[in-house]
Structure formats: structure tokens, C-alpha cells
């Protein structure tokens, strides 16, 4: 521990909680003067037998204040189970209105239909079924098209594991220390707008001149915003609007940047099978999402958040490299080729 002033305090709850029950406390600091720090004590858990027992904390004085400072730190409790169980069964209603809703207004497009005639003719729905897997992987340049998959959000695949804890988690540990409602509001309405805004960017972009064009802005969309992670666990800004106005930009680059990765889908999937095929890119998809977030987690815990995010921002360059080998047809993504397409058909 550093040599400095430290003072204790302690708090219990005015109220007992009721039989089994159990209030969890978190606290941290929430602004103020970095100097003062908490060192020992930021959650606690208080039932029936213990609610009025007083829990302590430690706060300490860097050593080297030489000045007068404020800090605010707060105590934050409240039944996490309730709330939690509550927020998952709106969500859980939200789904089961979203799978009725597709259900009804989706299209059932005739051209992935395989007639039972075809399948008694090819020899089956089994072979149908391990044919479209050798034809998707027999495709000009797979090694590259995979590597495209994976690599493309191998950034992002590690920061997304790790923004909302580090936007939750008390400043003396690295974090912002948010309450989950400032989170939410985040990424749930502020992320969400700009989000949004960025993939329909994209998407209109792309029409005007094509994927080819887009592709090399849209990585860097999709990468550089991710350096607003660095200064904001370098700096720890106690500035909300500022917070806001940051995951805003790293969400509307992601959303522009993603639209590239969406098109090349659909751009891999295009002949026989499309639709399997697509599926299957975004089984890729998912992998190259799922395995770097499995050692984020980890990765974070050895070197803290000021180092993590430097180095997602290094895991940025295999997304370039791989880009360079990439070929795409200058045609495609453009409005009229749509337009040609659907006369076709």
C-alpha cells in the first residue's frame, strides 16, 4: 500500500432487510480530485443478520497533494436479482414480439426452395446438405474470404467484451464507475441513434459508388473511433456529456465500418445456395467474434484497461493486412446493379 493519509469509514443500512433477502452496496468514487482514492471496500452485502453491522471502507491522500480537493464518493443499493429478473423478462417479451412480427412479414423467397423432386434426384436432402458446405469452401480465394471473416472485427470482437465493464467499474480499479442506468442510457439510446446512423450512412454511401470504394473508409471507421477508449481510460473524464459523446463516435464509425462486413457477406454468398451460404458466413461471423472475447476478459485483468485498449487498438492492424488481398467487384454494392437484378428476376 502507499505511504499517505488514510481514513476509514463505515456505514450500515437504517432499514432490515427482509428473511433471505440481500442488499448489495457498491461504493466508489464518482468525481472529484483523482488524488483521493479509494483503496479497500467497494461492494458489500448486507441480509437480515448483518444490516446493521458497520461495513468500512478505506479512502487515501496521495502522499503528494499539496493543494485543497473534493471528491465525491457514493454508496449505491439497491435488490439486483429483482432488477435484473425484471429487465429479463421485458426483454423476453420484446423477443417473443419480435419472432411473431418476422414471422408474419418476412418474405419466403421461392429460389431457396428445394422441391422434394430435386431431392429424390440429387440423391437426397443429406447430400443437398453436405454439398453446400464443399461448395462454399471450394470457392475462389476461401483462404482469404475466412480470413476477411475473422480478422475484420478482431479489434472490436475484444473492446465490446470490455466497454460496459469498464464503463461500470469503480475509477480506483480503471473504470469510469457509472451506474448501470448511465450505461443503459448509453448504449441503449445514445449508442443505439448513432449506431444506427452510421450503418444507414453506409448503406447509402455504398449505393452512390460501391463496396470497393467504401471498403478502406469503412475500416478505418471501423478502427480508428476505438482510440476514444484509450483517452478515456487514460483520463477517466468525470464529464457525462463527454462519456456520451464518445461512445456516440466509436458507435456511429462501427456502424458505418460494419456495413462493409455485411455487404461482403453478401457478396461471398453470391450462386447456388445463397442463402446457406450466407448463414454460413455468419457462422464466421460469430466465431470471429466469440474466440478473441474469450481472452479479453482475462487479458484485461493482467494489464489493466489503459493497456488493454492500446492493445486493441494493435489488434486493428491484422484487419489492414488482410484487407490488401481482398478483391472485390467494382460493381457491386451499386443501386443500379440492384435495380438490374430485380428486373431480371
Not at 425484471?86 to 426483454?91: N, P
Request: net charge neutral; charged share 15%.
Amino acid at each position: 500500500m502507499m505511504a499517505g493519509n488514510i481514513a476509514l469509514a463505515s456505514f450500515h443500512l437504517l432499514n432490515p432487510p427482509e428473511e433471505d433477502e440481500e442488499i448489495i452496496v457498491n461504493f466508489s468514487r464518482e468525481r472529484g480530485d483523482k488524488s483521493i482514492s479509494l483503496v479497500e471496500g467497494f461492494r458489500f452485502t448486507f441480509n437480515k443478520t448483518n444490516w446493521n453491522t458497520p461495513a468500512f471502507c478505506a479512502i487515501q491522500l496521495d502522499p503528494k497533494l499539496e493543494k485543497e480537493a473534493t471528491v465525491l464518493f457514493t454508496a449505491r443499493s439497491g435488490n439486483i436479482p429483482l432488477a435484473w429478473a425484471i429487465t429479463f423478462i421485458i426483454l423476453s417479451g420484446l423477443f417473443i414480439c419480435f419472432f411473431v412480427y418476422h414471422r408474419i412479414i418476412l418474405p419466403y423467397p421461392k429460389s431457396d426452395a428445394l422441391h422434394s423432386g430435386d431431392q429424390k434426384k440429387e440423391g437426397g436432402f443429406l447430400k443437398e446438405f453436405v454439398d453446400t458446405f464443399v461448395l462454399f469452401f471450394k470457392k475462389k480465394e476461401i483462404g482469404v474470404i475466412l480470413a476477411f471473416l475473422l480478422l475484420y472485427r478482431l479489434a472490436e470482437s475484444q473492446l465490446v467484451k470490455l466497454a460496459s465493464p469498464f464503463l461500470l467499474d469503480a475509477q480506483e480499479v480503471g473504470g469510469l464507475g457509472l451506474t448501470t442506468g448511465n450505461v443503459g442510457l448509453i448504449y441503449g439510446t445514445v449508442g443505439m441513434i448513432a449506431l444506427l446512423s452510421g450503418g444507414l450512412l453506409g448503406g447509402y454511401l455504398a449505393a452512390k459508388k460501391g463496396l470497393r470504394y467504401w471498403i478502406w473508409w469503412m475500416i478505418v471507421a471501423m478502427n480508428l473511433p476505438n482510440l476514444v477508449y484509450v483517452y478515456l481510460s487514460q483520463v477517466q473524464p468525470d464529464s457525462m456529456v463527454f462519456i456520451y459523446l464518445s461512445v456516440a463516435i466509436e458507435q456511429l464509425g462501427y456502424g458505418f465500418g460494419f456495413t462493409a462486413y455485411m455487404l461482403f457477406m453478401i457478396f461471398v454468398s453470391e450462386g447456388k445456395h445463397k442463402t446457406a451460404h450466407f448463414a454460413i458466413t455468419t457462422g464466421f461471423m460469430a466465431l470471429g467474434m466469440m474466440i478473441p472475447g474469450m481472452v479479453s476478459g482475462w487479458l484485461q485483468e493482467i494489464i489493466g484497461y489503459p493497456n488493454f485498449f492500446l492493445w486493441v487498438m494493435l489488434c486493428t492492424i491484422p484487419s489492414f493486412a488482410v484487407l490488401i488481398f481482398v478483391k472485390i467487384d467494382p460493381e457491386f454494392g451499386l443501386k443500379k446493379e440492384k435495380e438490374e437484378h430485380i428486373e431480371k428476376e
